[in-house]
């Protein structure tokens, strides 16, 4: 109950396309939704959150999309650029309660961008 | 602002031996996490400390353990050192006690020989 499973892998993409990412998960009680990037030999650092009460939100070019019904979220990156070749990590948390904001990790899409 | 500092930034050691990783969050942070990064498991998280308690845990054995000084620096030690343990160990720190945005360090790099 505490997993959040993220596609793909790995993703390749053309300089200028769209990027995308998903994620699902199977506890309800997870209450914020961040993305972040790692970039190698870096820590990994917050790209952009939702919380469920939004189906949307957009920073740039990073939009995350929310389905609470369906308990996915998703990344899209529009635009790729080369210098967005990176890890990306969705997680997943519950701020209220005991878990104090322990974040539930997806398993990583590692992106290239080719120019 | 100084961002989360880690040292040892690299480290190798052997099997049987200790390893203590010391973690300084960003100025006015109170809330200090640890994370074990594996190409395998991915990014698990150990256990988070506020106000020098440590308020929870994950499931890991009790090899791994790790405390908070009252400047909100912090410490996380593994035992008895198993190949296993190979692997970046994250710190991450933030405002408050459960909310907002987590910073992470760049990590401690841990080789288990």
């Known amino acids: 109950q505490q997993q959040v499973k993220q596609s793909p892998q790995s993703l390749i993409v053309q300089k200028g396309g769209i990027s995308i990412i998903n994620c699902a998960y199977e506890?309800?009680?997870?209450?914020?939704f961040p993305w972040y990037q790692q970039f190698p030999g870096k820590g990994p650092a917050l790209l952009i959150a939702?919380?469920?009460?939004?189906s949307e939100k957009k920073e740039g070019r990073f939009t995350i999309s929310f389905n609470k019904s369906a308990k996915q979220f998703s990344l899209h990156i529009m635009d790729s650029q080369p210098g967005d070749s990176a890890t990306y990590f969705c997680?997943?948390?519950?701020?209220?309660?005991?878990?104090?904001?322990?974040?539930?990790f997806g398993q990583g899409t590692i992106l290239t961008v080719h120019p | 602002k100084a961002g989360v500092t880690q040292t040892p930034r690299y480290l190798i050691k052997t099997r049987g031996q200790q390893v203590t990783l010391s973690c300084s969050p960003i100025?006015?942070?109170?809330?200090v996490s640890w994370y074990q990064q594996t190409p395998g498991q991915g990014l698990q998280f150990l256990f988070e400390?506020?106000?020098?308690?440590?308020?929870n845990k994950g499931n890991f054995p009790g090899r791994f353990s790790g405390r908070q000084f009252s400047n909100s620096r912090s410490e996380m030690n593994v035992s008895t050192l198993e190949l296993g343990d190979s692997a970046l160990y994250l710190c991450?720190?933030?405002?408050?006690?459960?909310?907002?945005?987590?910073?992470f360090g760049e990590g401690s790099r841990l080789t288990v020989l």
């Open positions: 939702i919380r469920p009460d939004v």
């Open positions: 991450a720190s933030r405002v408050g006690r459960a909310t907002g945005e987590l910073f």
């Open positions: 100025s006015g942070h109170r809330s």
């Open positions: 400390y506020f106000s020098e308690t440590q308020r």
């Open positions: 997680a997943a948390s519950m701020e209220g309660g005991t878990s104090y904001g322990k974040l539930t």
């Open positions: 506890n309800t009680a997870f209450d914020y």
